[in-house]
Structure formats: structure tokens, C-alpha cells
């Protein structure tokens, strides 16, 4: 199976990081307020960046290393400065 490793930019201006097998489907039901608890009122999401595909194991240690990232880093991942 392919895991994707995708960060959310919430309309706080902070981000979220998360693995999904199907990108698109996860940010619905974060969007939808089922997804994490983190992300449940911190709307309007949108995807900033994803990336894969990856195994589980290898996404996950993907997630680790783009948790322990800089908020500017995160934003850089995006393409470009802070909105």
C-alpha cells in the first residue's frame, strides 16, 4: 500500500502533518471536522504540501522529521512566505 505524507495549513496560519493513503479524501474529512483533533476549528484547510508515495514505515518516519521542522520551514515547503 502507498502512504502519503501531507501538511495542512490551517486558517490560524499553523500547520498540521499527517500520512494518509489517500490525500485528498483525508483533508475531507479533516475539513468535514472528523479528521484530528487539532485541525477541528482551525479552518479554512488547505493542503500545503504533500509527498510520496512512501511504505508505512518510511511515511512515518517521514512525519517525525517534517513534525520536528520550523514553522518557517513548514511555510517554505509551500512554496513562499508567510501568508
Same mark, same amino acid.
Given at each position: 500500500? +502507498? ?21 485528498? *479524501? *483525508? ?16 479552518? %479554512? ?7 510520496? %508515495? ?9 512525519? *517525525? *522529521? ?8 513548514? +511555510? ?8
Amino acid at each position: 500500500m +502507498n502512504w502519503w505524507v501531507y501538511v495542512l495549513r490551517c486558517g490560524d496560519g499553523s500547520f498540521y502533518t499527517g500520512i494518509s493513503t489517500d490525500v485528498e *479524501r *483525508r483533508l475531507m474529512v479533516h475539513q468535514a471536522g472528523r479528521g484530528a483533533r487539532y485541525t477541528r476549528g482551525r479552518g %479554512p484547510l488547505t493542503l500545503w504540501w504533500a509527498c510520496g %508515495p512512501y511504505s508505512h514505515a518510511v511515511a512515518l518516519s517521514e512525519e *517525525r *522529521r517534517i513534525k520536528k521542522l520550523s514553522h518557517q520551514e513548514k +511555510n517554505a515547503l509551500g512554496g513562499g512566505g508567510d501568508q
